[in-house]
């Protein structure tokens, strides 16, 4: 992939990661998550922790991806036909190299 091109992707989402209205999540607020769900006990913002449970974000093994410990959301409500019942929920950082790996294939 283009170096020039993987920049101002990663720039645009990185800059939709630091809105607090975006779907896309900043490494930093995708980090804050999976710290507080691997450790509930310490404390954090009381309006973070009902955020993240509201979004049901949840971690989860998928061994047939050879995945461990996956920040992921319910699909309810989404596309249920797919049969899918959990989202991986990845962030901005990670996107280009996502979009790279399913246009490879």
């Known amino acids: 992939m283009d170096s020039l091109f993987k920049e101002?992707?990663?720039a645009i989402a990185t800059a939709k990661g630091a809105s607090t209205k975006?779907?896309?999540l900043s490494?930093?607020?995708f980090d804050a998550i999976v710290h507080h769900l691997s450790s509930p006990q310490d404390n954090v913002d009381l309006?973070?922790?009902?955020w993240v449970r509201s979004r049901n974000f949840q971690?989860?093994?998928l061994p047939g991806l050879g995945l461990f410990k996956v920040l992921v959301i319910s699909n309810e409500g989404n596309n249920k036909e797919d049969?899918?019942?959990l989202l991986r929920v990845?962030?901005?950082n990670q996107l280009c190299?996502?979009?790279q790996a399913v246009h490879a294939r």
């Open 47 to 50: 309006h973070f922790k009902h």
């Open 90 to 92: 990845v962030h901005a």
């Open 27 to 29: 490494q930093e607020r």
């Open 8 to 10: 101002r992707m990663t």
């Open 59 to 61: 971690l989860a093994d």
């Open 83 to 85: 049969g899918v019942k």
């Open 97 to 99: 190299d996502i979009v």
């Open 22 to 24: 975006s779907c896309v």
